[in-house]
């Protein structure tokens, strides 16, 4: 199997446009493709992993990526999928996002020399002068053409900004400018990029008289088609800082049973042929399953260590009587949490983040969902001093998923 029918054998593979080619290229190791991340946080999140995870395949193989975070496009914002206009961005709040996604992006792509590029489209957007811009690409984009663009349909409905609008001829250019530059002949992006991609292609035929090719990746949904990445309280980030490895390993762990496969397909490194075996897991073997899944994913982004130990920290936590961990999320609370001394189960649901309201934290106590260190709580009255909340604190249970640590820390007090 060659690597194209391996991406398109995992379902990796959305829109291409000229297959015959890529497929030579990415096979012979011969591309030198890119992928772009705005910087719109500071840190990477779930919806990058698949992009990270593509990048390192390739490289794997012999071809060069080039990671493009956009310091110029993110002063626009990628109107794609929205359907209101992104905030506008400091530049220094840009730049400081910018500077924190290396670190995270050297786990997946070897940027040692020759390996693989890192780029700023900053260092090109920003010294364009607009009759500049104007007279060097203007003439190669169709307005009639950039308005069925599917990425600009739903904010037509709203209302679109001219400033959104240019999006599409920025990142147009970054793949020009990335195509003389260094001879970047791939565009690589999530499905909802596709004519963004286009537009990059075209302008490089016109504009240079060459090919150039594009290649969207499936964008990675639930069974329910929504996004995967986002929980209750945001997105899961790359960031341990963020998203403990605990909590990152907990939400792969979590996946949906009609989930688990796809994951393992589009996400992890295992052989085809191993994830065909755990295809045919069924019930409760598919805990086991989960478990592979999450311990993949968190070794990919937080190292063996991490996962190991987020493993051990699951079972202590979810055994009859388990101990509190330290590798599980957890709330430091303060004097001004305290009322003579004690602190009530309320006031403890909604600091650590279990429940977003008192009123939502006595729903929750009062239909038997809340336990603190494995023991349920049958009274929203319940209380627990500094003394049973220092040392190494309690773990609080809401529902089955849903746990926090909660520790009283005496000094500097």
């Not at 990796?12 to 992928?35: H, R, S």
């Not at 598919?286 to 079972?315: C, M, P, Q, W, Y």
């Not at 009322?339 to 429940?355: H, K, M, N, P, W």
Request: glycine content about 8%; some cysteine.
């Amino acid at each position: 199997m060659t690597l194209y029918e391996e991406l398109k054998a995992r379902g990796l593979v959305a829109q291409v446009t000229d297959e015959k080619e890529i497929a030579e290229l990415i096979n012979n190791g011969k591309a030198t493709f890119y992928i772009g991340f705005d910087p719109t946080a500071d840190s990477l999140h779930v919806g990058h992993f698949m992009a990270l995870c593509l990048m390192k395949r390739l490289q794997a193989a012999g071809n060069r990526p080039i990671a493009l975070v956009g310091g110029g496009t993110g002063m626009i914002g990628d109107p794609s999928g929205r359907t209101d206009m992104r905030s506008v961005m400091t530049p220094e709040t840009i730049e400081y996002n910018c500077s924190r996604f290396k670190k995270q992006m050297e786990r997946f792509i070897d940027f040692s020399e020759g390996r693989a590029v890192m780029a700023n489209n900053a260092d090109w957007l920003l010294d364009l002068g607009y009759v500049e811009m104007l007279r060097e690409v203007g003439a190669c984009f169709s307005v009639n053409n950039m308005l069925r663009a599917e990425c600009y349909k739903q904010r037509l409905e709203k209302g679109l900004s001219f400033f959104e609008f240019n999006y599409m001829i920025m990142q147009s250019y970054d793949f020009y400018h990335l195509y003389r530059e260094y001879d970047c002949r791939m565009q690589l992006g999530g499905d909802d990029q596709w004519s963004n991609m286009l537009g990059g292609t075209e302008l490089i035929r016109k504009k240079l008289g060459k090919d150039a090719y594009a290649m969207t990746m499936t964008l990675l949904l639930n069974s329910e088609g929504e996004k995967m990445g986002k929980t209750k309280s945001g997105a899961v980030w790359l960031d341990r800082d963020k998203t403990s490895p605990y909590e990152f390993y907990q939400y792969w762990r979590n996946t949906g049973d009609n989930d688990v496969i796809k994951c393992l397909r589009m996400l992890t490194f295992l052989p085809l042929e191993e994830i065909k075996e755990l295809e045919k897991a069924k019930g409760n073997e598919l805990n086991r399953v989960k478990e592979i899944l999450a311990f993949e994913l968190t070794s990919l982004v937080h190292g063996t260590k991490d996962a190991n130990e987020a493993i051990e920290a699951a079972k202590a936590l979810f055994s009859p009587g388990g101990a509190v961990s330290d590798s599980v999320p957890t709330t430091e609370l303060t004097l001004a949490d305290f009322t003579e001394d004690q602190a009530d189960i309320l006031t403890l649901l909604v600091r650590s983040g279990l429940c977003p309201s008192k009123s939502d934290a006595r729903r929750a106590v009062e239909q038997g969902g809340v336990e603190i260190n494995g023991e349920k709580v049958t009274e929203f009255s319940k209380k627990l001093t500094k003394a049973e909340l220092s040392g190494p604190g309690v773990m609080i249970k809401k529902g089955k998923k849903s746990f926090n640590r909660v520790v009283f820390e005496a000094a500097g007090q």
